[in-house]
């Protein structure tokens, strides 16, 4: 019996050194640059002030000093990109990165908690910034990303992170308070009658659920302005932030009735409201622009939600958003696959945006959404956060990226994908 137990112990221990180096890169993160740096004659795509032909960037102290036809080059080092382009560093919202390692290895998955209202979950006490997923991610050049936990009802609260750190800590970029919120609904929808009608009624129960929970909130919002000793529980504590005006809610829907219902909810409470997904959004524009709600569209590359509309109908989202004057960014909601984000904006471009609309998406819109006004473009006093490309980066034919500078920091490119490459060209 005493044998079994110590055997078993010791594949408990083998185990969790497996999945620990499983969840653990080799790359070091970069270190501040001792000079100042010009990088000249290059394409810089500014994503705010449109596109500067042969311009020329000076960067000091982690900050962007100046972006120009010309520039001071007084006691820098001056880098000549000569048919090179600088784009800024992407901002990837809606992920998992840092959560998830091996999707079907449970214990490498930390990005969901059981129940349907958790309002005080935190990624950041499980966000793992050695993940191998995320030189992969950089690679592609997203420097930024929203980590967003998962789950059904109140899943929590986001964080943002840089893509070049030694922790958690090194990583997070402040920013307002940002709650989620997932809509009830049907995944699946059975074809069977009665399967349906209990299917339904779950998702009433659970829609009741959520709505009783923002009500207990308000009522708690209220006690405290009342008498700020009134206590609670940690769950209507972590929410006060939304009904004092100070955070956003996130709502990931993308049915119409759902979003109108998100929108009834942000009326109700005077919530700042965010939906994610939206893929009906276009349809409920003037009930979204009212409420000066914002849009995170993540399905770019994605199939129609309904069998009558046209195999095309996913891509168009974006122009039909930017048509009718909603205010929206492009998300990727996935963890390795948010590589994919500016391929996304390129689809996007096909039908409908224009190359510097896309680009904004995943860039400086991303970072409005965020309320973050230092990163997501190449202007004065913003975090030198760039990329240099060879080729166009919303093309997946001609983009290459060849550098990123993640706060004036030159990143590592290296990840586990190129290293196998190298490896099994030698076979």
Request: glycine share 6%.
């Amino acid at each position: 019996m005493k044998n079994t137990i110590k055997f078993t112990a010791a594949i408990a221990l083998l185990s969790g050194l497996n999945i620990n180096n499983a969840m653990a890169n080799d790359i070091v993160p970069a270190k501040p640059e001792t000079q100042a740096m010009v990088f000249t004659n290059a394409t810089i795509h500014t994503a705010t002030d449109g596109v500067i032909t042969n311009g020329q960037l000076r960067v000091d102290n982690g900050k962007i000093v100046n972006v120009a036809e010309q520039v001071d080059t007084t006691n820098a080092k001056v880098v000549d990109l000569a048919g090179k382009h600088i784009y800024p560093g992407l901002v990837a919202l809606d992920t998992s990165l840092g959560l998830v390692e091996i999707s079907l290895v449970r214990e490498t998955v930390d990005k969901f908690e059981i129940g349907d209202v958790n309002p005080q979950l935190n990624p950041k006490t499980a966000y793992n910034a050695d993940s191998e997923i995320i030189p992969t991610v950089r690679y592609n050049g997203i420097a930024y990303a929203q980590v967003v936990p998962s789950g059904t009802g109140i899943a929590g609260q986001s964080i943002v992170v840089n893509m070049d750190a030694w922790n958690v800590n090194d990583a997070i970029v402040e920013s307002g308070h940002q709650m989620h919120l997932y809509w009830p609904s049907i995944r699946w929808r059975s074809s069977n009658p009665k399967t349906l009608k209990k299917q339904q009624q779950q998702v009433q129960n659970r829609t009741k659920k959520v709505w009783q929970a923002f009500e207990d909130g308000y009522r708690f919002y209220l006690a405290r302005k009342t008498d700020k000793k009134v206590t609670g529980d940690q769950k209507l504590a972590s929410m006060m932030p939304l009904y004092r005006g100070e955070g956003q809610l996130f709502v990931h829907a993308q049915k119409q009735e759902q979003i109108e219902q998100a929108i009834s909810l942000a009326r109700k409470y005077n919530f700042e409201l965010v939906i994610v997904g939206g893929y009906d959004a276009w349809r409920v524009a003037p009930s979204l622009n009212e409420i000066k709600a914002k849009v995170i569209y993540n399905r770019t590359l994605g199939l129609p939600l309904r069998r009558d509309e046209p195999v095309e109908q996913a891509y168009k989202v974006p122009a039909l958003l930017k048509q009718a004057g909603v205010p929206f960014a492009l998300g990727f909601s996935a963890d390795w696959d948010a590589r994919n984000l500016s391929f996304a904006a390129g689809q996007a471009v096909a039908y409908g945006l224009t190359k510097e609309e896309a680009l904004k998406a995943i860039t400086s819109d991303a970072a409005k959404i965020l309320k973050l006004d230092n990163i997501g473009a190449i202007a004065k006093g913003y975090q030198a956060s760039f990329l240099i490309s060879s080729g166009d980066i919303l093309d997946p034919v001609t983009a290459k990226i060849e550098s990123l500078y993640i706060d004036g920091r030159k990143v590592d490119l290296n990840n586990r994908h190129n290293q196998l490459y190298q490896k099994y060209l030698k076979r």
